[in-house]
């Protein structure tokens, strides 16, 4: 069961999500559009440089055009790009592109599970992109995710069924935390799990960080899931 933890801000919050376990560790680049816990390129690339081969590197970009997020692969060039705009979607050409500025890079496009039709949606988009990862929606909030809310896991379900057999990666995410990810896997046997605002601790200031021992718990509890389930 792959572990991927958002949205890191700092070397030492990458650094302490790695000593907890953490398979991917994700930044949400920043572009035109303002996101929770954003952190510039600059940063985002020391803190990439912090880990290394210790952990796949993911870039997270709600850019409503490819051309922000091309720049973000060329600067950053991580493991993985995680598209989750909700106004630009991967396309077979943007997929060809983006591997094409980085060997070796993979797709990840988000997919808002409001309803059913996330299902032929989810399809879509597994034919041409590496991974898709399920998330919640909240309209005050940009793109796809960093809601902290649960959606329809029946969906999710389904969703990992059918791209199983297009051999598509799945990772489930909204509002995942210690306290539910063993159920979830349960339910929904995704290939990974992904937590943000279940694993931060808010600021009085609005703001998040990351809590180790949150990101802690929520790794054992998804890695024993799994192996419970011999998944």
Not at 22 to 34: C, E, K, L, Q
Not at 85 to 110: I, M, S
Not at 155 to 164: A, K, Q, W
Request: aromatic content about 6%; hydrophobic content about 45%; some cysteine.
């Amino acid at each position: 069961m792959i572990t991927q933890i958002y949205s890191i801000q700092t070397v030492q919050e990458a650094l302490d999500c790695v000593a907890a376990g953490a398979d991917y560790i994700g930044v949400a680049a920043a572009t035109s559009m303002r996101l929770p816990a954003e952190v510039s390129l600059e940063t985002g690339l020391e803190i990439f440089a912090a880990i290394g081969k210790q952990a796949k590197k993911v870039a997270l970009t709600v850019a409503d055009n490819p051309e922000p997020i091309y720049q973000v692969i060329e600067q950053l060039k991580p493991d993985v790009i995680h598209v989750c705009g909700n106004r630009y979607y991967a396309t077979p050409k943007f997929a060809e592109t983006a591997r094409r500025l980085h060997k070796g890079l993979e797709v990840l496009q988000a997919i808002p599970v409001t309803g059913p039709d996330a299902i032929e949606q989810a399809e879509h988009y597994a034919r041409f992109c590496d991974a898709i990862i399920l998330d919640s929606v909240d309209p005050k909030i940009a793109g796809i995710g960093a809601a902290g809310i649960v959606h329809d896991w029946a969906i999710s379900s389904e969703i990992c069924r059918r791209l199983e057999k297009l051999g598509c990666k799945v990772i489930l995410a909204g509002g995942l935390g210690p306290n539910n990810v063993a159920d979830a896997i349960r339910q929904v046997r995704p290939w990974g799990v992904d937590s943000f605002t279940k694993t931060s601790i808010k600021l009085a200031d609005g703001a998040s960080r990351k809590d180790p021992a949150l990101v802690k718990l929520f790794i054992e509890r998804a890695q024993a899931a799994a192996k419970e389930l011999g998944i």
